[in-house]
């Protein structure tokens, strides 16, 4: 009894070894490796450029007043149309002291000098009337007194301009109502109401009390890497994209090309300005950013590949080509046109062709 419970025990330790070696036998065993295949295809290949910038109005004035004071009111806002010569602000001014006083001390003089030169007249124009004086002095002495009215009203004018801005002959506010130079688009107002303004003048470029642009006339500017500038020139077109209008597209026309690059970043940038082409009533705000891509090349209906089947061998490409089933041989090929993606073929396939899809382990097989 107690040899057959021995080789019962014996017996069952042979079987579970055996299963033990062949379930480890049966996983060691790779499965069959089955390669993905693609076709050739017929498609357009664009080569491009991308520039990246910003969409600006061509025409973009800074309105600055010509006399320095305190803003006192504003009589439009940001977003507005304007005409040329439209109000956009007043200001008060704030007299120089100095001035003031020179002007007032001016008018003193003109007013003694004006009541002088009119008593002196009158006692000329009594003298001529009783024959006492030739008319040559009596006509001396009135062109005396008109010289002095003159000076006096000059010098009253001189000092309301001061105090006011106001010339009280022409009736016109000449200089504390600030306008606008052009027609266009009121895009920014920075100053506000109680804000101190500085005229522009040959030492200061003054406060900028608005800014106004043509916003129907809208540019591109970016810059473009100094490795593409070469192969771009005026006249070609451009797709805009805009970051900030989904569902899209705007075509430009390149029209500048900078002569000279700027150091950004390590790497030379190119300034380039093109037309942009808005369509009717079509409304973009200035400084949307933007890409703009640059068709440097274009093929038009040829057999291509995705770039990503190609190998290399030297000098030479080729793909590898199913010719029976999971059998594939190297085929050597010559390409054109390349978008990054997509390659030309220009010789060594057909459509009907199986070409199979390297992976990034090389092989290109799935498991």
């Known amino acids: 009894m107690k040899k057959i419970i021995q080789i019962s025990v014996l017996i069952l330790i042979l079987a579970v070894f055996a299963v033990t070696i062949i379930y480890l036998y049966r996983k060691s065993q790779e499965k069959p490796v089955v390669y993905q295949t693609e076709k050739p295809f017929i498609t357009t290949i664009i080569k491009k450029t991308v520039a990246t910038g910003s969409v600006i109005p061509r025409k973009e004035i800074e309105i600055k007043p010509q006399v320095s004071g305190i803003v006192e009111e504003i009589f439009v806002q940001a977003g507005k149309q304007v005409r040329q010569g439209d109000v956009i602000a007043r200001v008060r001014i704030i007299p120089d002291l100095i001035n003031l006083n020179n002007a007032e001390a001016r008018l003193e003089r003109a007013k003694i000098a004006f009541d002088d030169a009119k008593l002196n007249a009158d006692r000329q124009e009594k003298l001529y009337s009783q024959g006492v004086i030739s008319a040559a002095e009596n006509q001396q002495t009135q062109v005396s007194y008109k010289n002095a009215r003159q000076e006096t009203d000059a010098a009253e004018s001189n000092l309301e301009l001061i105090r006011e801005g106001v010339n009280k002959k022409s009736g016109k506010t000449t200089n504390t109502l600030i306008r ?110 933007a890409n703009a891509d640059i068709m440097l090349d274009h093929r038009d209906h040829v057999l291509a590949v995705k770039e990503a089947a190609l190998l290399f061998q030297g000098d030479s490409t080729y793909v590898e080509v199913e010719n029976t089933s999971q059998k594939f041989e190297k085929r050597f090929i010559k390409t054109g046109l390349s978008d990054g993606i997509n390659i030309q073929i220009l010789s060594g396939l057909t459509e009907k062709d199986k070409i199979k899809v390297q992976q990034p382990n090389g092989n290109g097989s799935t498991k």
């Open 180 to 289: 606008s130079t052009i027609d266009g688009m009121l895009l920014d107002i920075p100053i506000k109401v109680g804000n101190s303004v500085i005229e522009t003048n040959n030492f200061n470029a003054g406060t900028t009390i608005a800014t106004v642009a043509d916003v129907g006339d809208m540019i591109f500017q970016g810059k473009v890497d100094e490795t593409e500038v070469g192969k771009i020139k005026p006249g070609m077109d451009l797709m805009l994209i805009i970051g900030a209008i989904d569902n899209d597209t705007f075509h430009a026309t390149l029209k500048y090309i900078s002569p000279k690059g700027i150091l950004e970043n390590g790497a030379v940038q190119f300034e380039i300005k093109a037309d942009v082409k808005l369509k009717e009533n079509q409304f973009i705000r200035a400084g949307y950013s």
